[in-house]
């Protein structure tokens, strides 16, 4: 009795050519650190875009047009895709759980109580935001502390109509409250 012939591992010379390596290497660099994509997920989408390739050569048409651009075409495509993918999926821990909970039910308790969680999440980190600008708002002088309270809910020319001052004016001001801020450590929501 003889063994079965191991299966053949399907093939393509584009998959093995270096420039395919190449496209598909520099992408990933360029993907690093985007979208949330760590060095831990580089093997998965290098795999994921060799794979798509594997699928796709055999529909290749030499006619019409060469095997370099179809190979940078879908490898295009691909990326574009799984970036996509990443924008549109929701992060949340609700979501987390019905990833891994198939039979949950969609709007039951789970995803309820993570609404919650998020929003009094959200709400102390405002309650926070509010302690730490409290000294710094309240170390700016009267036209400053009125420019910045305009701003927190307006663009610069709104602000400027509504004080009767001219735009380039609140851009001056804002230099100042960005240095005021910064003083107190919160530089970055003066920016």
């Given at each position: ?23 598909i290497e520099r992408k990933l ?163």
């Amino acid at each position: 009795m003889s063994l079965p012939a191991p299966a053949r591992t399907p093939s393509h010379p584009a998959l093995t050519a270096p420039a395919t390596n190449d496209l598909i290497e520099r992408k990933l660099r360029s993907l690093l650190g985007c979208w949330g994509i760590t060095r831990v997920d580089l093997d998965d989408i290098r795999q994921e875009l060799y794979l798509d390739l594997l699928e796709r050569l055999p529909k290749h048409d030499p006619a019409r047009s060469p095997v370099s651009l179809f190979v940078t075409v879908c490898v295009h495509r691909k990326i574009y895709n799984l970036i996509r993918a990443r924008r549109t999926r929701h992060y949340g821990p609700e979501q987390r759980f019905l990833e891994h909970n198939d039979d949950a039910p969609a709007g039951g308790p789970v995803q309820e109580a993570c609404a919650a969680e998020r929003t009094a999440r959200i709400h102390q980190n405002l309650n926070d935001l509010c302690l730490d600008l409290k000294p710094a708002l309240a170390e700016l002088p009267e036209h400053l502390h009125a420019v910045a309270i305009g701003l927190m809910s307006d663009r610069a020319r709104s602000v400027a109509a509504v004080l009767g001052i001219p735009h380039d004016r609140v851009y001056r001001h804002v230099r100042e409250i960005q240095a005021v801020f910064a003083k107190h450590g919160l530089g970055a929501y003066a920016a």
